[in-house]
């Protein structure tokens, strides 16, 4: 289903600059290797993707499901990025291999699973070698035996899964479309223009997949857990680096980050947004090439994501020089007070769109208190008007867990319409953004940005915050920062 990658190029994955095959080279290295194996058994996780797959099953009967992990992605020329198996595939096997298909096949009472993998170079071939997907370029992969055992899940070769997609029947048959063109055209269940976007029937299984994601098992809330814990680790790695009476680079900062996440085996979960001063009021800011100034604030979102995927989104705003001025702390304590009635709002059976209003609420107020809302606070309020948005600018937080913004094809009315329930994980996440160029503020606010956003699990009580290891209000975060400073740097090592 990957052969498409390489059209235009030498089959073999070899390039214009690599050197020929001498016939006396290709026989010596077809001789004398001995085979391994690898040490793996079945992994502690195997039931909870097991009873998920039994979920996605009792959605569907009688049906063929078809969800594919995806393709490494080109960079650029012949390189790629560093692979990220798709999240629903990750979901419901626990395999990371790029290239890999989940089939879920109807047998009379369930599904029978098979998962369609790249394994191990043959030694019959020359691929091992020649080719730029072989074994001695990119490392040893795994036996059908060796995934099968460490994934408690049948395993086929990729190369059967051609045969095993063309007779299936378009109305019986079920695709995560977007993720691996090969398998998107092999499945055709319907005759419409391609450009239609996907089918509904198509639609309906992502849409399966994303509401279950909505409550996370006990297992998804160590991991999300773990992801946050490696976060407050990586934060305080970056405050000590902070120096408070001199500039560094925001890409400094984005980089210990990094290197943290990194040395602990994990990886940031999205392009970590380091934003000194006026930055702070760009939301998606991920260029991080401006410069910490003492006396400005200093906002950071940044998250760990672990090795099971799962990630954590935090948000913390530093004075950069230790102490916030009076006029950064009131905006500070108006973002405070939002997120924390938000954060007490929460709790089974409440709508989410009450959390966004009890959240927009206290920033409204916060800016009426500043002076700045041309009209009531009950007529900004108002779906018809809505004007304090221009300084809150987004939602109230979204559902985390293995996507930073997790559940994206559940329904709205599942979703933004819906209800929260016990299990579910999500951002508290409100903010005030006063834009450089904006002249309906008084000048002392402009270029001040503020979120504070923490990641949160429903319980039977209400809310548990999972990033609480890292200080919200405003005194704890000065006492925090200048204990890590105490502290004084801290690399892995
Ligand atoms: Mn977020």
Redo the contacts with the bound molecule.
Sequence with gaps: MTEERTEGKPTDGTESHDPDFPPAFLSFMRQGWRDTSLPVGPRPEVPNYAKRRAAVSAAFPGETLVIPTGGEKVRANDTEYRFRPGSDFAYLTGDHDPDSVLVLRPNGSGHDATLYMRPRSSRQTDEFFRSRHGELWVGRRHTLAEKSSELGLPTADLTELEAALADLAPARTRVLRGFDAGVDAAVHPYDGPRDEGQPARDRELAIAISELKLVKDEWEIAQLQDAIDATVHGFEDVARALPADRGVSERLLEGIFALRARHDGNDVG?GSIVGAGEHATILHWVHNHGVTRPGELLLM?M?VENRHLYTA???RVLPVNGRFTALQRQVYDIVYASQQAGIEFIKPGVNFKDVHLTCMRVLAEGLADLGLLPVSVDEAMDESSTVYRRWTLHGF??M?GID??DCSNARKETYRDGVLDEGYVL?V?PGLYFQPEDELVPEELRGIGIRI?DDVLVTPEGAVNLSAGLPRRADEVETWLAEQREAGPRLPG
């Design positions: 999205y979102d998250g989104d935090v948000t937080g979204h985390l930073v913004h951002t996440e956003e």
